[in-house]
Each structure stands twice: as structure tokens, then as C-alpha cells.
């Protein structure tokens, strides 16, 4: 199993960043996938996840500025990030958890069962 995140960077504040995730080796479909971050000091959260059916959740910090997506023929999962702020500065991972449920989405680190390896995002003022 393996989940590539990519696409992070150094940007500054107002601009826009898309991060994505390669996935392989499980049934990328039947996965409920879902993006994390950590910022310096701090805990891990979740910040977006998407159904296998494509509904979608986000943190409110985030809501409204970043959009995730995923592209079941390609195996990935995105996040569109746009008005970036100095907050937003973190490592980002992507997660998969199974599911049997089409619309099921979960924000609870505990359950998800892969994980990627992170992508830093720096923004700056």
C-alpha cells in the first residue's frame, strides 16, 4: 500500500496551491480518503475528506477556500487550496479508511487505515 502526497510548496498568502495524492496496492473506490494536516507545535487535524461517492467535508477554517475531489480511474485524491493564509502553514497528509457505506465521510484520525507520508506547505505574509 502506498499513498504519495505532492505538490506542496512555499506561497504566499492570498495564493492558490493544489496538493494530490497517488494511491495504490488497496481498492482505491471503496475507500473514504480525507486530508490532515500538522501544523509546527501542534496536533494533528483533519482538514477535508470525501466519500466514495463524492460528498464532502471540511473543517470550518477551511470551508469555502479549499475543495477536495478525487478521481477514482486515477487512484488520487486532491485538495485545492485557494486564499491561503499564514495558518494554513502545515505538513499535509492524506488518509484512506474502508468503508461499505457510499456516503459515509469521517474527520476521526483514528480510523483511517493508510496513510501518506506528508507534503510541507509554507505560506507566508
Known amino acids: 500500500v502506498q499513498l504519495q502526497a505532492s505538490g506542496g510548496g512555499v506561497v504566499q498568502a492570498w495564493d492558490s496551491l493544489r496538493v494530490s495524492c497517488a494511491t495504490s496496492?488497496?481498492?482505491?473506490?471503496?475507500?473514504?480518503m480525507g486530508w490532515f494536516r500538522q501544523a509546527p507545535g501542534k496536533e494533528r487535524e483533519f482538514v477535508a475528506g470525501i466519500s466514495r461517492s463524492g460528498r464532502t467535508m471540511y473543517v470550518e477554517s477551511v470551508r469555502g477556500r479549499f475543495t477536495i475531489s478525487r478521481d477514482n480511474a486515477r487512484k488520487s485524491v486532491y485538495l485545492q487550496m485557494d486564499s491561503l493564509k499564514s495558518e494554513d502553514t502545515a505538513v499535509y497528509y492524506c488518509?484512506?479508511?474502508?468503508?461499505?457505506?457510499?456516503?459515509?465521510?469521517?474527520?476521526?484520525?483514528?480510523?483511517?487505515?493508510?496513510w501518506g507520508q506528508g507534503t510541507k506547505v509554507t505560506v507566508f505574509s
Open positions: 496496492g488497496f481498492p482505491f473506490s471503496t475507500y473514504i
Open positions: 488518509a484512506a479508511k474502508f468503508t461499505f457505506s457510499t456516503l459515509q465521510i469521517s474527520d476521526a484520525e483514528a480510523g483511517y487505515n493508510y
